[in-house]
């Protein structure tokens, strides 16, 4: 049995040094879930509201993942080529018309890694022409700049060759096959949420609404944040990442796609990126030392965080509101690396201790 004792112990520790005011973890394998539990607060400003078991989290950069798969959708019934360029999509610069799909989803695109667009254009649809006015840091293809700008691209190219919003996309091939029913953009407020930074334009708490403001300039539906989901939901979709792209009789992404994509296909570089993921190498990253090499995820911005380990199959969503009261806060960074050694060193006893017993069986 996996020892979750010292788990929920360093999770409780963290909760009183004040690393996030609330959290919830879901911790298992390609056959299921091993441990779940909530944690803490999911307000404490200017009230405190407990956690519950379905609180919804805005989960920032996770919702990479979810465009990665719609774009890897595209690609698989032929309608995007890794190859196509930016060119292709859009009126773009000389220097952005060659910036490819894969350049973009490994974050080798060249594009700044962030700028306040929604304070340097008038209207949403000015997006997209001012990221490819910016100034390039990087020539395409040389390094590794991870970039929300890239993805709010992405996401603006799957609505085009999908004739829909990456919203509705979402829905239709991620959401409602895995039946993720509390799953969302802009989420209806019959939820309870775990409760971001004070908006100091409205003056009210972030409640509900996303916390990346180019994606809420964006009216909260962007290839690079936007969607809240529950623990829940968040550990059935981890398990049809362990599954490498089905769950149960689904195939949300055909696995030889899927193995593409957890490729490290930026080995030239410190970081390891494949098609949307984070891919471990021997740097120091989120999940810490103890997983894998080849291990794939993403983290976002709130406090969120989902990997999988390449070898044994474990999981790890963590899902925290560590930016409540303020994003000043980043003790979590620390704290999530010995979470993950943490849940790998324990797993791998029992996997050690079961591939034992199967091999003497046999």
Request: with cysteine; charged share 20%; glycine share 8%.
């Amino acid at each position: 049995m996996l020892n979750t004792k010292i788990i929920d112990e360093m999770i409780k520790k963290g909760l009183e040094e004040r690393i996030f005011p609330g959290a919830a973890i879901s911790i298992g394998n390609k056959s299921g879930e091993l441990f779940r539990k909530i944690y803490g607060f999911r307000q404490i400003f200017p009230q405190k509201h407990p956690m519950e078991s379905d609180t919804l989290f805005d989960i920032a950069s996770l919702t990479k993942i979810f465009t990665s798969i719609v774009a890897l959708k595209l690609i698989q019934d032929g309608s995007l080529s890794l190859s196509d360029t930016l060119g292709k999509f859009f009126d773009a610069p000389s220097d952005k018309a060659k910036i490819t799909i894969a350049h973009l989803m490994t974050h080798t695109s060249g594009l700044p890694a962030h700028e306040h667009v929604y304070n340097l254009v008038k209207e949403p649809s000015e997006t997209f022409d001012f990221i490819l006015s910016m100034k390039l840091l990087d020539e395409p293809g040389k390094a590794v700049v991870y970039s929300c700008l890239g993805y709010i691209l992405l996401g603006r190219i799957c609505e085009i060759l999908g004739g829909n919003t990456i919203e509705n996309l979402a829905k239709r091939w991620i959401f409602e096959p895995l039946g993720l029913e509390s799953t969302a953009y802009n989420p209806e407020k019959n939820h309870t949420f775990a409760v971001t930074e004070l908006d100091t334009v409205t003056n009210t708490w972030l409640d509900g609404v996303v916390h990346d403001e180019n994606a809420r300039f964006l009216k909260g539906i962007s290839g690079n944040a936007g969607i809240f989901a529950n623990i829940d939901d968040m550990a059935t979709f981890a398990m049809m990442l362990a599954n490498k792209g089905t769950f149960g009789d689904k195939v949300i992404i055909e696995q030889n796609l899927f193995e593409e994509a957890i490729k490290n296909l930026t080995a030239h570089c410190p970081e390891g990126r494949g098609l949307g993921f984070e891919i471990k190498s021997n740097t120091l990253i989120s999940c810490g030392n103890v997983f894998s090499v080849g291990s794939y995820g993403h983290t976002g911005f709130t406090g969120t965080s989902l990997w999988v380990d390449i070898e044994t199959g474990l999981y790890v969503v963590f899902m925290s509101n560590r930016v409540h009261p303020t994003r000043e806060n980043v003790k979590h960074i620390p704290f999530r690396r010995e979470l993950h050694d943490l849940c790998a060193t324990e797993y791998k006893k029992v996997y050690r201790r079961q591939s034992a017993l199967l091999s003497s069986t046999t």
